[in-house]
C-alpha cells in the first residue's frame, strides 16, 4: 500500500506561483508513473501533469509552458512548480501514483493510477 500525502497548496493572486509537493511512503523510483490531478467544483477530475519512470513527462495544453512536474527520488518526494496562475487553474490537486505497469493508454486517465493522495486546494484570485 502507497500513503500519498499532498501540500503548498494555498491562495494566491493570478500571475503568482506555487509549489506543491506529495511526499510517497514508498520509494519514488519504484513508481512507474505518478502525476497531478485536479478537480474544480462540479467537474470531472482532469489529469495535469504525468511523470514515468524514465523521467518523461507531459502536461496537458493548458498548463505547458506554466507547470512543471518533477521528483526527487531521495526525498521520495514529487512536486508540481505552478507558475503564472490563473483563476481557472482554481482545483483540488491530487497527487497519483502508480507502481505497476501504466498502461498505454490516454496517459492522463485517473484509472491509470492505483493510489491517490488526499488533495491540496489551490485558489487564484483576480
Known amino acids: 500500500q502507497v500513503h500519498l500525502v499532498e501540500s503548498g497548496g494555498g491562495s494566491v493572486q493570478a500571475g503568482g506561483s506555487l509549489r506543491l509537493s506529495c511526499v510517497s511512503s514508498?520509494?519514488?523510483?519504484?513508481?512507474?508513473?505518478m502525476g497531478w490531478f485536479r478537480q474544480g467544483p462540479g467537474k470531472e477530475r482532469e489529469g495535469v501533469a504525468r511523470?514515468?519512470?524514465?523521467?518523461?513527462?507531459r502536461y496537458v495544453d493548458s498548463v505547458k509552458g506554466r507547470f512543471t512536474i518533477s521528483k526527487d527520488n531521495a526525498k521520495n518526494t514529487l512536486y508540481l512548480e505552478m507558475n503564472s496562475l490563473k483563476p481557472e487553474d482554481t482545483s483540488i490537486y491530487y497527487c497519483?501514483?502508480?507502481?505497476?505497469?501504466?498502461?498505454?493508454?490516454?496517459?492522463?486517465?485517473?484509472?491509470?493510477?492505483?493510489?491517490w493522495g488526499q488533495g491540496t486546494q489551490v485558489t487564484v484570485s483576480s
Open positions: 514508498e520509494y519514488t523510483y519504484s513508481m512507474y508513473c
Open positions: 511523470i514515468d519512470s524514465d523521467g518523461s513527462t
Open positions: 497519483a501514483a502508480e507502481d505497476t505497469l501504466c498502461g498505454a493508454g490516454y496517459w492522463a486517465s485517473p484509472a491509470v493510477f492505483g493510489y
